[in-house]
């Protein structure tokens, strides 16, 4: 069974930084892109981040500057380092992967971690 596992959210004050962490497990063949998306009370899901299995990465513009995305492809895991939060990056943070596994073998399907909260608050 593949899963995606998260860690690292919490609470913290305004102008604080957190570093979120997705360790993906199972009998994964390859890892495509990965990403990070957020979820606020009454909101839809939104793009925060994404690393593509080159490095390239692209950011939400609310995030630019403050956020970065990094991945480790010998341990099958990513990141996010979150700097200078705001309260309206208060959310539940997901992971997300497009995965190649023994199950599903040439084709790319897309997991999700089971969320981690977020709130930045003083």
């Known amino acids: 069974q593949v899963q995606l596992v998260e860690s690292g959210g919490g609470l913290v004050q305004p102008g604080g930084s957190l570093r979120l962490s997705c360790a993906a497990a199972?009998?994964?063949?390859?890892?495509?892109?990965m990403a990070w998306y957020r979820q606020a009370p009454g909101k839809q899901r939104e793009l925060v981040a994404t690393i593509t299995s080159g490095g390239t990465t692209n950011y939400a513009d609310s995030v630019k500057g403050r956020f970065t995305i990094s991945r480790d492809n010998a341990q099958n895991t990513w990141s996010l380092q979150m700097h200078s939060l705001k309260p309206e990056d208060t959310a539940v943070y997901y992971c997300?992967?497009?995965?190649?596994?023994?199950?599903?073998?040439?084709?790319?399907?897309?997991?999700w971690g089971q969320g981690t909260q977020v709130t930045v608050s003083s």
């Open positions: 199972g009998r994964i063949l390859s890892i495509y892109n």
């Open positions: 997300n992967a497009d995965l190649e596994t023994t199950m599903t073998i040439g084709v790319r399907v897309p997991y």
